[in-house]
Every structure is written in structure tokens, then in C-alpha cells.
């Protein structure tokens, strides 16, 4: 039976069953581009694909492509959705077709995007496989799909973005002008081009002066140059020069036009109330951009959190254009997975839509999708950074008060996703009552709602896995709630609190774990925390369960140091080992020190074993699989979090020496949008949660 998870997305969803074998391919969202195809096709399913059954000589497709590279004069832009060689097998990345289908929903079928790689590039979509890994030196885990990697003419690679994490078109199309300007890959300055020929090449500044020096003052014209400004960063003259297309009283098609550029500039500058009525009024009126506008407004509804009409928005314009790129983009949005899940991006808050810092259209090309490295002083800025933060949660939350953008799943069902979207609205809303100065009537609104879905038993999928991370983080939450709430509003809190604390004790063990899919000493550890700091606000916690828990948490410690990834210790057949403990070892080493089971030399010594293993840490963070032995990227800001709750048990030297390098690490990882994010699957709202509360235990307010 399919649970909680697809009753609550089916009540919004027009029906469309589960189509995994023909998605992405099926969607044909990358049709705009005459890519030379590698046939080799990958699913998002319910086991793991790591073995290519195609047989394809990739070496002769690269070789073709550079040849045509060389007669035409353009580089290769090698698009790799996948990598599987001979020292990962494709152990990298489990769900790598989820991000395909965002690249080519969001990327690729962007117009902008598809016409200068059509015009400029010779495009192949091609598996990196041994022959080609080792050809040009792509391995994982420094290189992990989706990446694009550029090859010049003499067939050497000048180029790549790997790790593709943030999907916007605009960043994308700067992106490829960039390279071309690097390669210096120039048109003939043939003035014969028309503006929109120009546009096609990617050349929107002499698209846009070909146009202004055209003399046509029509209302068409106007928004073409409107739309270059927008392009080129540059809102207020766009609207500018829109509100003088508006001013002639132009017919109807004209002003349909015009809202629909005022809309996208509106969505751009994050102006999502704003936009909404003008994408919808160009939506309702036919002419060549109103699938475009739909598919904004849609998008537009859902930022603004009203996720039931975004798919409803969503269903119109897919089956109204089916034909067009707009309409397949749409279906995408509505077409559940084998996760009951829409496959695209938009519902999983990977697709994105506005102005970034002016760092990441300038500087030195991007190698992925984080924040760029010449903007460290935006960075550094943490109050600046956690703003960012603060707003792309507010503007994740869905019209239920719930932050359900993750697509966390076990197979062969969706039985834990409802305690995955429990666990994650907790972990968004305890991060925004901590930042709660960056917003106070839109945080105060936002936990209201959020609190409306935490407490409303029909949500949780109790006995099911992931509910210790239910019970545990809307715990948490109460708790902080409680340290601001003043007593006499105290008692409701702190009744519901003791509530949790009983039903998080009938789920521990006899032998004192607590299990997320099976028993292990760090989801025991993430409760025991929990507990230990539950009882700072009077909340009623057995000694017994404290006890109990400590007593598993020693069982599973081994005599380096080191924690067993699942269960006891004892008959295991060898030691965790130090680096694929790292992660969990300053957790549970400090839950036992709080529960006075352990010292500061040992809390000490996970803290040393953590940082040092923090590159491995790191490389691993946006994958989504055991990518390096025990090391994976669901475990990133999990460990990071706890890790620096546990730090504020140390004494002063050592607590500042490692709240520093924690703050190092955050300013390094933001995503270009401002959002964090470790294992995709588990989601962005997840990630920007995790940061906020690991920036508010180290950060000097």
C-alpha cells in the first residue's frame, strides 16, 4: 500500500501514474538540441543501476564529435549524466537520473540555453565510461555527474562544472558565454544579423543595440529589448522600456507580451507577488508566450507557497501545449516517479528562478554550483549569509506548513517520506525561531503554519522508518520553544513535550537503541541529545531511558574510538574504522560525555578524527550514496549539526578553535541561490535547516 507520503501529494496532483522507464528519455525535454546520443539509458528505480548493457564505442562518438568540432570551429559541450568506470562502478551517485531529468527540464530546455548550444557548441550527451574516464582524467569522486565538460578542437578538455546542484537557466546561459569568451570563440561581426539571430548566438548585448538602432518603435520590439536587458542583469531598464511598450495602448497580443516579460523580470528580482497576476493575465490570452507564462505563474504560485494550484497550473499548461517545451516542462511537474514524487525539479526546490549575486556571472568559471570563491567576502558576512538562508526556507514552505520538498525514500515504497517531510518541517521551523530577528511577522506566521502540520497525528506514519527523527526534531523544536516562551504560556508546550518524550520511549529497544531503518548509535545519539537537552526546560525524561541509551551507545563504541555503523559492537567482524566513523564519532562521544559516560580526551579526539577526515567529508557531501566506504552525503549536515551541539559542551579554548573551522566549512558549501544542501534526495530545505542551526551554535551573536 502506498502511504501517507502519496495520499498527501495525490489530494494536489492531477492523477498520472508512475512512468520510470520512459523518464526523462520519454519527455523528450532536451529536443531542442540535435545532441549526438549515447543510446545508453538510465531510470530513476527501485535498484540500482551500475552496469552499462549498451554496447557503444564512446571513444568513436567523442572523436566524430571533435571532428565536427574542428570543421566548424566550435568547441564540444559533453554533457555526462552519468559516470561509471572501473573504480566506482557508479557507486557515486544512486539516483543520478533524478538530476538528469532537472538538467535537461531546466537547462537544456531552456530557449536561451538550447539556442547557444545548437548555434555555438557541437553537443554530445555520452556516458563517461572507462575508456573515456581514462582518456581525459575523469574520476569520482572528484568528478561526479551532472557535469559538463568542455573539449576544444585539438580534443583537449579546457573546461568542467561538475556537481550540478542549482539549476537556473540564466546562471547556465552566462555560463556558456563565459566559455566562449575564454576560448575565444567569436562571431563574424556580420551587421546583416537581425536582433533575434544575435539573440540565438547568445550575443544579447549586440542583440540588443541591433535593436535599439533599428528605429522600430513597436510594442514587439520593445519587449525584445526588454527581454536583453532582463538577460543582461539589468531589471529596472527592462521594466523601464516595458512600461514605455505599455504607455501606446497596445492591442491585446501586445500587452499579453508585455506582462508576460514583466512578470519574468518581476520573478527575477524575487518579486513572486508581484509577478503573479502578470503571468496570469498573459496567460489567458493566446498568443507566443503564453505556455511560457503559465508555466511561470505556475512556478510564481508555488514560491509563494500555494502548492495545490501550482499543480493544478502545472496540469493545464502540460495538457494544453503538449507540444511545446513549456508543456513537456509542465507534464514533468505532474508525472509522479516510482518515489510518488513529480519527477521534475520545481516540487523538489531545484528549480531555480532569479538574480544571483553578480559573483556568480563574473570572475573565474564556476567548477560547480556552489557559492563562487571571489564572493568570500559575502560569505564571511555570516549574518548576511544566514539571511539567505532564512529567506529561501520562508519561501519553501508549502500552504500546509510543511516543508516537503524531500524525496527521501526506501524502496520498494514511500512508507517513511511522511516522517522524512515531519523531521525536516521541525528541523526548518527550530531554524527559524533561532533567526527569528531576520523576519519576526513572516517567521511568527511561518511556525504557526508549520506547527499546524507537525502536531497533526494524520501526517506521521508512526512504526514506520525515520520516526525517531519525527519524535526527536519536533522535540527539539518545543524545546527551544519553551527556553522563549514566557511561563505562564508554558504548560500546553510543555504538555505536548511530555507527550513526545513517552512516545519516543516506547520506541527505544530493551537493549536502549533507537533504529531510523535498523538499530545504530548515531540516530541513538541524535535522541539522546534530544533528551539530554529537553530536560534544561523541565520536560519529564526518564532516568531509565537516558540510562539505557548511554549503555548503547557504549556497546557500540569500539576500543579505538570509533562507532559501528549499525548495532553493538561486539561480533562485528572488524572495527568501523576511524575514517568511516568520523562523522558520528563527536555525536554520540558527546552525547556520553553529557550523560557522564565519557570525558573530554575521547570528545576531544572524535573532534580531531572528524576534521581531519573533513576532506573526505566534503567530497563526498553532494552525493547521494556510501560513495567512500561508511562515508556518504546524507550524513554531511547531520553530523555537522550534532557535531556542533556537542561542541558546546567543551571548554572555551577548545569550543572557539572548532566553532572556527566549523564556520570555515559553511562558508565554503552555500549553493550559488543561498540555499545548502547535501544529498539531494533528502532535499534543500533539509540542508538550509541543518546550516542555519550549525551557524547559530558557532556564530558570535
Known amino acids: 500500500m502506498r502511504l501517507l507520503a502519496a495520499a498527501c501529494l495525490l489530494s494536489l496532483l492531477p492523477a498520472q501514474e508512475p512512468e520510470a522507464d520512459t523518464l526523462p ?61 572501473q573504480t566506482s562502478g557508479g557507486r557515486q551517485m ?17 530557449p536561451d540555453v538550447a539556442d547557444i548550444i545548437r548555434t555555438r557548441f557541437v553537443p554530445l550527451r555520452m556516458v563517461c565510461d572507462e ?106 531598464d527592462a521594466l523601464k522600456v516595458l512600461d514605455e511598450a505599455g504607455s501606446g495602448h497596445p492591442d491585446r497580443k501586445a500587452a499579453a507580451a508585455i506582462r508576460a516579460e514583466r512578470g519574468l523580470v518581476l520573478m527575477l528580482q524575487g518579486k513572486h507577488a508581484d509577478a503573479a497576476p502578470q503571468l496570469r493575465d498573459a496567460f489567458a490570452l493566446e ?30 499548461v ?60 559575502e560569505t564571511a558576512d555570516l549574518a548576511a549569509l544566514s539571511r539567505r538562508a532564512v529567506e529561501f526556507l520562508l519561501q519553501s514552505q508549502r500552504e500546509n506548513g510543511g516543508f516537503t520538498d524531500s524525496r527521501y525514500a526506501y524502496w520498494p515504497n514511500t512508507t517513511i517520506t511522511p516522517n522524512a517531510w515531519i523531521a525536516i518541517t521541525a528541523l526548518a521551523a527550530t531554524a527559524l525561531q533561532e533567526f527569528r530577528d531576520v523576519a519576526p511577522e513572516r517567521i511568527e506566521l511561518a511556525l504557526a503554519n508549520a506547527e499546524r502540520f507537525l502536531f497533526d497525528p494524520t501526517r506521521l506514519n508512526r512504526g514506520s522508518n525515520e520516526d525517531v527523527y519525527a519524535d526527536a526534531y519536533r522535540l527539539l ?44 548509535a548515531f540516530c541513538t545519539g541524535a535522541m539522546l541529545g ?46 568501523a574504522g576511524r575514517k568511516d566513523a568520523a562523522v558520528r564519532m563527536p555525536l554520540c562521544e558527546g552525547v556520553l560525555f553529557a550523560a557522564q559516560r565519557s570525558d573530554l580526551q575521547k570528545v576531544n579526539d572524535a573532534f580531531r578524527n572528524y576534521f581531519d577526515t573533513m576532506d573526505r567529508i566534503e567530497t563526498v557531501r553532494r552525493n547521494d550514496f556510501h560513495s567512500d566506504g561508511e562515508l556518504a552525503g546524507f550524513f554531511f549536515f547531520h553530523g555537522l549539526y550534532h557535531n556542533s551541539e556537542t561542541n558546546k559542551l567543551l571548554p572555551e579554548t577548545e569550543r572557539k578553535a572548532n566553532a572556527g573551522k566549523i564556520r570555515d566549512i559553511l562558508q565554503k558549501i552555500p549553493e550559488i541561490d543561498g540555499s545548502f544542501v547535501d544529498s539531494h534526495e533528502i532535499g534543500r530545505s533539509y540542508g538550509t535547516a541543518m546550516a542555519l542551526l550549525t551557524l547559530a551554535n558557532v556564530m558570535e551573536r
Open 477 to 520: 523544536y518545543l524545546t527551544r520553544k519553551l527556553a522563549r516562551t514566557d511561563v505562564a504560556a508554558r504548560p500546553p508546550i510543555l504538555a505536548r513535550a511530555n507527550a513526545l518524550v513517552k512516545e519516543a520511549a516506547a520506541r527505544q529497544f530493551d537493549d536502549g537503541f533507537w533504529a531510523h531503518e535498523y538499530k545504530n
Open 131 to 236: 575508456p573515456m574516464s581514462a582518456r581525459f582524467g575523469l574520476r569520482p569522486l572528484q568528478f561526479v555527474e551532472p557535469a559538463v565538460v568542455f573539449v576544444g578542437a585539438d580534443g583537449t578538455v579546457f573546461h568542467t562544472v561538475e556537481r550540478l546542484r542549482t539549476f537556473d537557466a540564466l546562471w547556465f546561459g552566462h555560463l556558456l558565454r563565459r566559455v566562449l569568451a575564454k576560448t575565444g570563440g567569436k562571431v563574424a561581426d556580420d551587421l546583416a544579423r537581425t536582433p533575434e539571430q544575435w539573440r540565438e548566438l547568445g550575443e544579447w548585448e549586440k542583440a540588443l543595440t541591433t535593436a535599439q538602432a533599428s528605429g522600430d518603435a513597436s510594442e514587439e520590439n520593445r519587449v525584445f529589448m526588454a527581454g536583453m536587458l532582463r538577460r543582461l542583469l539589468r531589471p529596472e
Open 318 to 377: 502540460a495538457e494544453r501545449f503538449p507540444q511545446t517545451t513549456w508543456g513537456r516542462r509542465a507534464k514533468a511537474n505532474v508525472q509522479l516517479g516510482n518515489d510518488d514524487r513529480p519527477m521534475g525539479a520545481a516540487f523538489a526546490n531545484f528549480e531555480h528562478v532569479g538574480y544571483l549575486s553578480d559573483h556568480a556571472y563574473r570572475g573565474e568559471l564556476p567548477r560547480d554550483t556552489t557559492w563562487p570563491s571571489e564572493a568570500a567576502a
Open 287 to 316: 498568443h507566443p508566450r503564453q505556455a511560457e507564462a503559465g508555466y511561470l505563474w505556475a512556478l510564481c504560485r508555488l514560491r509563494l507557497g500555494h502548492e495545490s494550484e501550482a499543480s493544478r497550473l502545472f496540469g493545464a
Open 25 to 85: 528519455q520519454g519527455l523528450g525535454l532536451d529536443s531542442l538540441i540535435e545532441w549526438r546520443r549515447d543510446p545508453e539509458a538510465f531510470a530513476d528505480g527501485r535498484r540500482v543501476k551500475r552496469n552499462l548493457t549498451e554496447k557503444v564505442d564512446r571513444a568513436a562518438l567523442m572523436d566524430a564529435a571533435i571532428a565536427q568540432a574542428k570543421t566548424e570551429g566550435k568547441p564540444v559541450l559533453w554533457y555526462v549524466y552519468r559516470i561509471v568506470e
Open 530 to 575: 534530544t533528551l539530554l537537552e529537553a530536560r534544561t526546560q523541565a520536560i519529564e525524561v526518564p532516568d531509565e531511558v537516558i540510562s539505557k541509551g548511554a549503555e548503547a551507545l557504549l556497546a557500540a563504541r569500539f576500543s579505538d574510538g570509533s562507532f559501528v555503523y549499525g548495532g553493538a559492537a561486539k561480533g562485528q567482524p572488524r572495527p
Open 94 to 110: 544512486y539516483r543520478a537520473p533524478l538530476l538528469d531529468l532537472y538538467t535537461q527540464q531546466v537547462l537544456f530546455a531552456d
